[in-house]
Structure formats: structure tokens, C-alpha cells
Nanobody, 121 residues
Framework: VQLVESGGGSVETGGSLRLSCAAS????????MAWFRQGPGKEREGVASIDTDGNTKYADSVKDRFIISRDNAKNTVALQMNGLKPEDTDVYYC?????????????????WGEGTQVTVS
């Protein structure tokens, strides 16, 4: 599985961005997907995950502001980010793991994208 993120950029505090991740390969609907973020000198942090049934999990820091969704027909997963804050500034990564259980633990994911920069000022 290859993952390619898009949609990062710069935005003012309170603004919105939508990240998208396109997955190549077969059986996309059998993969749980997630978004992570990481800044310089920081550990990679789980932001949101979605399992094969569409059940979602969010980090407390983004709950009620971010929404993760998937489109199995297009092999994509998206992260709608609203009410952005400067502390949301990071590189955001898309990740995939085979199986029905989604998690916010980075070590549980097998496939990773290259990341996309989000800057909030």
C-alpha cells in the first residue's frame, strides 16, 4: 500500500483545512486508517483513526474540531480540520494497517505517507 497526502498549507488561527490521503493497492476497505502528526523534537501523535466499519477515534486535543472520513470507492481518507490553533502546526501523516481495529498508536501501523505540512499562525 502506498499513501500520498495532500491538502496541507498555511492558515490563520480559527481557519480550516482539509487533508486527503490517496491509497494505492487492493482491498483498501480491509485497512484501518489514521492521521498522525509530528513536530520537530516531538513524538508522533495520533490525531484521528477510522476502522473498516467507519468507527472513529480522536485525540482529546482535536475532538469536536477535526473529522476523519473515508471513501472506500475512491481509496481515500480525509481529515477535515476546523478551528485550527497554532498548536496544530505540525507535519501530518496518513497511515494504514490491515485489519478491523483502528488505534492512535503509531507503532501499530504498517504503511505511512510522506507527510504534509500544516502551519497555523
Amino acid at each position: 500500500v502506498q499513501l500520498v497526502e495532500s491538502g496541507g498549507g498555511s492558515v490563520e488561527t480559527g481557519g480550516s483545512l482539509r487533508l486527503s490521503c490517496a491509497a494505492s493497492g487492493d482491498n483498501y476497505d480491509r485497512y484501518s486508517m489514521a492521521w498522525f502528526r509530528q513536530g520537530p523534537g516531538k513524538e508522533r501523535e495520533g490525531v484521528a483513526s477510522i476502522d473498516t466499519d467507519g468507527n472513529t477515534k480522536y485525540a482529546d486535543s482535536v475532538k469536536d474540531r477535526f473529522i476523519i472520513s473515508r471513501d472506500n470507492a475512491k481509496n481515500t481518507v480525509a481529515l477535515q480540520m476546523n478551528g485550527l490553533k497554532p498548536e496544530d502546526t505540525d507535519v501530518y501523516y496518513c497511515a494504514a494497517r490491515f485489519g478491523i481495529i483502528a488505534t492512535l498508536i503509531p507503532g501499530r501501523y504498517t504503511y505511512w505517507g510522506e507527510g504534509t505540512q500544516v502551519t497555523v499562525s
